[in-house]
């Protein structure tokens, strides 16, 4: 399976390749190579379940992420000032 996520290692958003099998996930950055191994249990599945979840959101921030589409995609975001000025867009 894919996910979108930040690699620790380049420091971009990018595909993530995840395959496991029945006791361990590989993780690999689809950009940069980095692997990384986590045992295949239910809280590595809850972790990519909230990947997921929170990736809504963050596309709503950063439509840059819309631009994720196949492997090998990255985007820099920049980071951008934390809007708290009232609550007019909530
Ligand atoms: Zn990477």
Same mark, same amino acid.
């Given at each position: 399976?894919?996910?979108?996520?930040?690699?620790?290692?380049?420091?971009?958003? @990018? &595909? @993530?390749? #995840?395959?496991?099998?029945?006791?361990?996930?590989?993780?690999?950055?689809?950009?940069?190579?980095?692997?990384?191994?986590?045992?295949?249990?239910?809280? @590595?599945?809850?972790? &990519?379940?909230? &990947?997921?979840?929170?990736?809504?959101?963050? @596309?709503? +921030?950063?439509?840059?992420?819309?631009?994720?589409? #196949?492997?090998?995609?990255?985007?820099?975001?920049?980071?951008?000032?934390?809007?708290?000025?009232?609550?007019?867009? +909530?």
């Amino acid at each position: 399976m894919q996910l979108k996520d930040l690699c620790t290692h380049c420091n971009c958003w @990018t &595909i @993530t390749n #995840v395959e496991h099998d029945s006791s361990t996930a590989v993780f690999t950055c689809s950009h940069c190579d980095n692997k990384f191994e986590l045992p295949w249990n239910s809280d @590595t599945r809850f972790l &990519i379940r909230s &990947i997921r979840n929170s990736l809504k959101k963050r @596309t709503k +921030k950063y439509p840059e992420l819309q631009q994720l589409k #196949v492997a090998g995609d990255f985007v820099k975001l920049q980071p951008k000032p934390e809007q708290d000025k009232g609550c007019k867009d +909530k």
